[in-house]
């Protein structure tokens, strides 16, 4: 699914099989050392991918262990993102003379929880949300601003080494487009290369929504 979401040089793994039994690398076996086995499945299901999508990417094998504040550590050449839920996992990565940060996010298609809209959506989010769920049923809008959201955290994160709060960004969907955007006010100074808004695109299908962010290098670093 997540393909069509991310333009040309960008390279994709998903896997609808949660059970695949995924060995990991000793390096990135630490990250879940403890950890309950269900988590450990869901990291290795993540590490099948990324591992799958680098070699897509034409890049040497390499682990791919998680650094600060869980973000995966790739290689030093390679931007990525990871995803899992229940049913799903992604993996994405780009060279980062294509691609300058990118995040991936998939959730189950369901109803977000009223509370948990509350705590993500600022005020304007949330009137937007209910006027396209009246108008628009078919999709859960709620779970995709979710979603939106936590792509712009994964995509933010690598760059800036800053935590960025839910109400921190402003995500406005085009219901039509299949497209979303997100403005963060200190955007532009917060890292190299982040533009003041950051452009996504989402897809709802197989009982999932996925959103995903690329966001290009500069021409001249083409
Ligand atoms: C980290 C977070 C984004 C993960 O999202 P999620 O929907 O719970 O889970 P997903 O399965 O989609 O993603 C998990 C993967 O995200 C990646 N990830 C975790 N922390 C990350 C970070 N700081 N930066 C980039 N990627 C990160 C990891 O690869 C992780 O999988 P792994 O631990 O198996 O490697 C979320 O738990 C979180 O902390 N959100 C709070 C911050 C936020 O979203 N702010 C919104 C700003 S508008």
Redesign the pocket.
């Given at each position: 699914m997540i393909r069509q979401l991310l333009p040309g040089p960008v390279a994709c793994w998903d896997s609808f099989d949660d059970h695949r039994p995924a060995a990991v690398h000793r390096a990135e076996a630490a990250?879940v050392r403890g950890a309950t086995p269900r988590r450990r499945q869901?990291?290795a299901n993540?590490?099948y991918c990324a591992h799958r999508a680098l070699r897509r990417l034409g890049v040497p094998a390499a682990a791919v262990p998680?650094g600060?504040?869980?973000?995966?550590r790739w290689p030093d050449a390679v931007v990525g993102?990871?995803?899992?839920?229940r049913g799903y996992t992604a993996a994405a990565v780009a060279r980062r003379t294509d691609v300058v940060s990118l995040?991936i996010?998939?959730?189950p298609h369901r109803p977000l929880p009223e509370d948990v809209l509350e705590f993500?959506a600022r005020p304007d989010e949330r009137s937007r949300v209910r006027e396209l769920l009246a108008a628009r049923p078919g999709v859960h809008w709620d779970r995709l601003l979710f979603?939106a959201?936590?792509s712009?955290?994964?995509t933010?994160?690598?760059v800036t080494g800053r935590?960025?709060?839910?109400q921190?960004?402003e995500?406005v969907i085009d219901p039509v487009a299949g497209t979303f955007r997100?403005l963060?006010p200190d955007t532009g100074a917060a890292g190299p290369g982040l533009p003041g808004a950051l452009a996504g695109r989402w897809e709802v299908g197989n009982d999932l929504v996925v959103t995903a962010i690329a966001v290009p290098a500069p021409e001249g670093e083409r």
């Open positions: 990250s869901e990291f993540g590490r998680a600060d504040r869980g973000a995966p993102s990871i995803t899992h839920c995040g996010d998939a959730e993500v979603s959201k936590e712009v955290y994964k933010w994160y690598p935590f960025l709060g839910f921190e960004a995500v997100a963060v």
